[in-house]
């Protein structure tokens, strides 16, 4: 089952757990609240797993790739690992599944503040657009991820602040929080 926490305000290196002292767990269901999905499925057969077909054909996920993140394959890394650890948000829904490896998505609560998200094996994970997030490795440097998207894929980040777009304010209003990004 997944494992999420509020985060420590540490600068120390972004690989490591960074757990609130005392420690604050985040349930799946606050998770969901965030408009934060999670499954956790058999990722030794993702290739022929009715379970995941289920949720494709179901969530019309009907683009995927697979990336594997680690210095000997994944080019220009260092620059891939700080750009995904900067704070942005898509105007399209995050969908990943981990195949192997393990790593970190953190995504900002209703009072943005962090929340760390442990991803591992088999955990798949959608993030809603216009939601706040980051990603990083955790110390085994090392992931492997399926790549879903709702028809083709968008690749575009855009950083904090990006309060101006639409989605965001949709997902403020999702959220019930006042007004929208724009006020």
């Not at 289920?54 to 995927?64: A, F």
């Not at 995050?94 to 929340?115: H, N, P, Q, T």
């Not at 879903?148 to 929080?177: K, M, S």
């Amino acid at each position: 089952m997944v494992e999420a926490w509020y985060m420590d305000d540490s600068e120390e290196d972004q690989r490591r757990p960074h757990r609130l002292e005392p420690e604050r767990p985040v349930s799946l269901a606050h998770l969901q609240q965030l408009g934060v999905f999670y499954w956790k499925l058999d990722a030794d057969k993702y290739e022929d797993d009715p379970e995941l077909e289920k949720i494709r054909k179901e969530r019309k996920y009907c683009w995927m790739d697979i990336i594997t993140i680690c210095k000997d394959k994944l080019p220009n890394y260092e620059e891939k690992i700080k750009m995904f650890y900067e704070e942005h948000l898509h105007l399209d829904d995050e969908i990943r599944y981990i195949l192997d490896g393990s790593g970190y998505f953190d995504v900002r609560d209703k009072e943005d503040k962090w929340i760390r998200i442990f991803m591992e094996k088999g955990d798949m994970i959608t993030l809603p657009a216009g939601i706040y997030h980051r990603f990083t490795l955790d110390e085994t440097n090392y992931v492997k991820a399926m790549r879903l998207f709702v028809g083709e894929p968008v690749w575009t980040a855009y950083n904090r602040p990006a309060d101006h777009f639409e989605i965001r304010g949709q997902y403020l209003q999702f959220l019930g929080i006042l007004g929208t990004a724009k006020d």
